[in-house]
């Protein structure tokens, strides 16, 4: 006698349904191209190549990345219907991205230092074109 699992056929359509449907969603939902180009050349050397597959495989990683954290820190909001730093931080460490976390909220800090005077005023740095400091670049 043969017994087919048949349960785990199903279970497993379903995983591929949902699997097939979230890889739709993401599609919808994408950083546009030349923001995701755009933030590739500025680490990379000037006369650096970047391919098309690249390029994609980055804007899929990134809009991912973006959606689960973004998932995760939902559940902080509770009644408020405003995605908050705090949440999103929240939501990096409880993922265990603690390490990304602290580089965001250094980075965020030294913008905001960056932003503002002293006194809290806008400074001369704010009003001027400056180009982030990525704190990609220092990893490594």
Same mark, same amino acid.
């Given at each position: 006698?043969?017994?087919?699992?048949?349960?785990?056929?199903?279970?497993?359509?379903?995983?591929?349904?949902?699997?097939?449907? +979230?890889?739709?969603? *993401? +599609?919808?939902?994408?950083?546009?191209?030349?923001?995701?180009?755009?933030?590739? @050349?500025?680490? +990379?050397?000037?006369?650096?190549?970047?391919? $098309?597959? %690249?390029?994609? %495989?980055?804007?899929? *990683?990134?809009?991912?990345?973006?959606? @689960?954290?973004?998932?995760? /820190?939902?559940?902080?909001?509770?009644? @408020?219907?405003?995605?908050?730093?705090? $949440?999103?931080?929240?939501?990096?460490?409880?993922?265990? *991205?603690?390490?990304? /976390?602290?580089?965001?909220?250094?980075? +965020? %800090?030294?913008? !905001?230092?960056?932003?503002?005077?002293? $006194?809290?005023?806008?400074?001369?740095?704010?009003? %001027?074109?400056?180009?982030? /400091?990525?704190? !990609?670049?220092? *990893?490594?």
């Amino acid at each position: 006698m043969d017994y087919a699992p048949t349960s785990g056929v199903n279970n497993m359509t379903n995983v591929n349904t949902g699997v097939d449907q +979230l890889a739709q969603r *993401l +599609l919808e939902v994408q950083l546009p191209m030349a923001s995701v180009t755009r933030i590739m @050349r500025g680490i +990379l050397p000037t006369n650096a190549k970047i391919n $098309d597959e %690249s390029k994609e %495989s980055m804007q899929k *990683l990134v809009s991912y990345y973006i959606n @689960r954290i973004t998932k995760k /820190a939902m559940e902080r909001m509770e009644r @408020r219907k405003t995605v908050t730093t705090e $949440d999103i931080l929240w939501a990096m460490i409880n993922m265990g *991205l603690t390490i990304h /976390a602290g580089l965001l909220a250094q980075y +965020l %800090s030294r913008d !905001f230092e960056m932003a503002t005077g002293n $006194d809290g005023s806008p400074s001369e740095a704010s009003t %001027s074109t400056v180009m982030p /400091a990525y704190p !990609f670049g220092q *990893l490594g």
